[in-house]
């Protein structure tokens, strides 16, 4: 018998890849926060002997999820600027809440808010855009979080940086100070086409090429920032960005509410990707991601929470549901958002956008073992025809058991393991007291 650290055995296992079906009574062997095999049960009880055996009886264990778009630190700005559209509520809420209270304390406070968050509801891998991404990229790894820090790039003075130039420039010595971690990944995170110049853009484009980074960019996010392109350079901004060099399988286009059909033989066929937000678009009247045609023409599309103060949840489970339900609702077909699907897309697919599916996403032998139980066995689960179903239309958040990031346990039994709950909620009321 072979070694191994962890072995654990469920009623249900979700893999999503080589193939998405539910595998019943079967078990995962681990060994140094890895994945080396999946087998039925009976199998791999004869064939690993292991320090920790789990079992699990009436579970579901699936890959953690990935939250492919948000701002962490944002959590702390949690239904601030209530019932605004867009523009508004930047302008006159959170550009001028982030400009008196935004520093590093707040975004290390935040980010941990938002990490133990992402964790209790089953989320491993969260993408985040924010100010002091070092600062994010410190918490992330003290907490054994998962992650890809796009970090800012905007020309206008902000609490991080004077211009784009400067914001690139502490970019690219942020890269090369993560570049071999095995937690965090650093992308560039020019904040939208309309804040960024086109030279600076360009430049983005260069080093991303460059050093094989991702790039993270709101791009057609609402109505109002495509007319105002149109007005002013006679193209919108996927225009623009394909003739810039921006697009691409590096490129992870955030919201995308905005999209003709010439936008989206664009984003085909250069294999940008897309990252879908239904909450945080919903919720501000932004518009809505046509996610069934952009998956028609093969465009890879991610699911993401956005900023808990647009959202204001970073369940990632609420996501997928509310994401299946607006595809029967938009096309008037109830076979779209099919539930397999729509694990697929908050796991792998996600994974893909983040272009670290080799790493995470599913549950393969080579892969990290960053996966989630669901204890399946309350009132809001019962009867469980359909393991697919119950994942992504029960409030399957509520369900988190058991939450693991190469193979170290980040949540056991419900509660936070590295991150005192009672604690951070005292320190987060305390800094909402300090800024009324």
């Known amino acids: 018998m072979q070694p191994c650290d962890l072995l654990i055995s469920a009623a249900y296992m979700l893999p999503v890849a080589p193939e998405n079906v539910v595998l019943e009574n079967h078990a995962m062997a681990i060994i140094q926060g890895a994945i080396v095999d999946i087998a039925p049960q009976a199998e791999l009880m004869i064939r690993y002997t292991a320090q920790e055996t789990i079992d699990l009886s009436h579970h579901i264990v699936l890959p953690g999820l990935v939250n492919a778009h948000g701002h962490a630190a944002m959590s702390l700005l949690r239904g601030a ?19 008196q209270h935004v520093d590093t304390d707040a975004v290390a406070l935040g980010t941990e808010l938002a990490i133990g968050e992402m964790l209790q509801s ?43 130039q400067d914001g690139i420039h502490k970019g690219l010595a942020l890269h090369d100070a993560y570049r071999h971690d095995p937690l965090v990944q650093i992308a560039f995170g020019p904040h939208a086409a309309y804040t960024v110049d086109h030279g600076d853009l360009e430049k983005v484009a260069m080093y991303a090429n460059e050093l094989n980074a991702g790039v993270q960019i709101h791009l057609h996010e609402n109505a109002a920032e495509v007319a105002e392109a149109q007005l002013h350079q006679g193209h919108d901004w996927i225009q623009a960005l394909s003739e810039i060099g921006l697009l691409g399988p590096q490129l992870q286009a955030v919201h995308m509410t905005q999209l003709t059909p010439k936008n989206i033989d664009l984003v085909a066929q250069s294999d940008t990707q897309v990252v879908h937000c239904p909450s945080s678009n919903m919720k501000l009247a932004s518009g809505y991601c046509p996610v069934s045609q952009l998956r028609a023409q093969g465009i890879n599309v991610g699911l993401g929470t956005d900023g808990a103060a647009s959202n204001n949840s970073l369940d990632m489970f609420n996501e997928i549901h509310l994401a299946a339900l607006l595809m ?7 076979s779209l958002g099919r539930a397999v699907d729509m694990i697929k897309m908050a796991t792998l697919d996600s994974a893909q956008v983040l ?33 697919f179903a119950t994942v992504v239309h029960s409030n399957a958040g509520r369900a988190v058991q058991d939450v693991y990031i190469a193979g170290q346990a980040q949540v056991s039994d419900g509660k936070l393991v590295r991150i005192d709950a009672n604690d951070l909620a005292e320190r987060v009321t305390g800094w909402h007291a300090a800024i009324q």
Not at 81 to 99: F, H, K, M, R, Y
Not at 131 to 148: E, H, I, L, Y
Not at 357 to 363: D, E, F, P, Q, V
Request: with cysteine; aromatic share 10%.
């Open 81 to 99: 600027g209530e019932d605004l559209p867009l523009q508004v509520w930047l302008s006159d809420t959170i550009w001028p809440l982030e400009a």
């Open 122 to 164: 089953g989320t491993t891998t969260f993408s985040d855009m924010y100010f002091f991404p070092d600062v994010v990229a410190q918490t992330a790894s003290k907490f054994g979080m998962r992650c890809q820090v796009a970090f800012p790039v905007i020309k206008f003075p902000n609490v991080y940086s004077d211009d784009a």
């Open 328 to 334: 029967k609702h938009e096309n008037q077909d109830a």
């Open 355 to 387: 272009g670290i599916a080799n790493l995470t996403g599913s549950l393969e032998p080579g892969k990290q073992a960053d996966f989630i139980t669901l204890d399946c066995h309350s009132l809001n689960t019962l009867p469980l025809h359909d393991p």
